[in-house]
């Protein structure tokens, strides 16, 4: 991949300084965006320096969405939408317009069919799928990408917006986008960092072909060609 599109800090805040001006980027070309955001631990940090830090975001212009979320409710410590809305939504006064949760208490399966659903009804369709301006994604260290687990990577390409997956190691379900969204997405960006991840970044962006059949996230291959990795350090360090 072209090493343009890996963007490789020293420091956190100059990461999250750097994907901050992508965003700004993002939105000096179109009016209004859709971003689907990633859930776990990494976010946060991020999502706090704009709640703290950077103002410079017009955050009124755009709409959040979510690539993954847990079965649970949104006051659950694990729900993706209950940590950004802590560390994020509340902090910069989104309006519940422009917030589209996955809703983790509904049951599901059927979650999964209203959120596609949704993502059809709200988004562009672009090659008959809908189509995020920006997919923001977490890498877990055993390759997974939103809730697309090694054990089930065959979810990947499902023909579904979003299927239901299951933690591997406590078999809770996930809502999740399938590879088809993630990779209709005009742009596409990693947001990873720390040593625990180095070796799947490494082996992800210097050869995912070798490693598609057990990673996930080795199919991360946006059609339109705009996958960005945003690491710090220690994540790149084996690059
Ligand atoms: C989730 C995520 C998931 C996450 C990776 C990395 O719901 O957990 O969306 O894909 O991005 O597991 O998680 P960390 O940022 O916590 O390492």
């Not at 877990?140 to 023909?159: A, K, M, R």
Request: glycine fraction near 8%; aromatic fraction near 8%; hydrophobic fraction near 35%.
């Amino acid at each position: 991949m072209s090493s343009d599109n890996i963007h490789i800090f020293d420091k956190i805040e100059d990461l999250h300084k750097g994907f901050t001006a992508f965003i700004i980027e993002l939105l000096s070309e179109k009016e209004r965006i859709s971003i689907s955001l990633s859930g776990g631990e990494t976010p946060k940090g991020l999502f706090d320096y704009w709640a703290n830090e950077d103002k410079s975001i017009d955050w009124s212009r755009i709409d959040f969405y979510w690539g993954d979320e847990r079965c649970v409710p949104p006051t659950d410590s694990e729900s993706n939408y209950g940590m950004t809305k802590k560390h994020l939504l509340d902090k910069i006064a989104a309006s519940e317009s422009q917030v589209f949760r996955i809703i983790g208490e509904n049951n599901p399966a059927e979650e999964a069919v209203r959120y596609g659903e949704l993502l059809d009804a709200n988004l562009p369709s672009e090659n008959g799928i809908p189509q995020f301006d920006l997919v923001i994604l977490g890498l877990g260290i055993d390759g997974h990408t939103v809730s697309i687990f090694p054990h089930q990577i065959e979810l990947w390409g499902s023909p579904a917006n979003c299927v239901v997956a299951q933690h591997p190691g406590s078999g809770q379900n996930r809502i999740s986008l399938t590879g088809k969204v993630v990779n209709n997405a005009v742009q596409v960006a990693f947001l990873t960092t720390g040593s625990s991840k180095r070796e799947k970044v490494r082996s992800i962006i210097e050869n995912s072909e070798a490693f598609s059949d057990r990673y996930p996230a080795a199919h991360v291959n946006p059609s339109s060609g705009n996958l960005h990795w945003f690491i710090d350090q220690e994540a790149g360090r084996l690059l």
